[in-house]
């Protein structure tokens, strides 16, 4: 069985960040992170990096999970 890393907790964080993010943009043209982030442009660009980047982890998870 293949045992979840912090690594791989952190990723689903991540994305359920973005998600939440995505939901409020759609329902209520409100971005999240831009509000929290928004002074400071490089850090909003690294949020959106770093939630990539957990996507793509995920999509390695599932594929372990699948191999097992």
Same mark, same amino acid.
């Given at each position: 069985? @293949?045992? /979840?890393?912090? %690594?791989?907790? *952190?990723?689903?964080?991540?994305?359920?960040? $973005?998600?939440?993010?995505?939901?409020?943009? $759609?329902?209520?043209?409100?971005? *999240?992170?831009?509000? %929290?982030?928004?002074?400071?442009?490089?850090?909003? &660009?690294?949020? @959106?990096?770093?939630? $990539? *980047?957990? $996507? /793509?982890? %995920?999509? &390695?998870?599932? @594929?372990? *999970?699948?191999?097992?």
């Amino acid at each position: 069985m @293949y045992k /979840v890393s912090l %690594l791989d907790k *952190l990723s689903f964080l991540l994305v359920i960040i $973005g998600a939440l993010n995505w939901g409020l943009i $759609g329902l209520f043209n409100f971005n *999240l992170v831009h509000t %929290l982030f928004g002074f400071i442009p490089l850090l909003t &660009r690294v949020v @959106y990096i770093l939630v $990539g *980047l957990a $996507g /793509v982890n %995920l999509i &390695r998870f599932l @594929y372990c *999970l699948k191999k097992k």
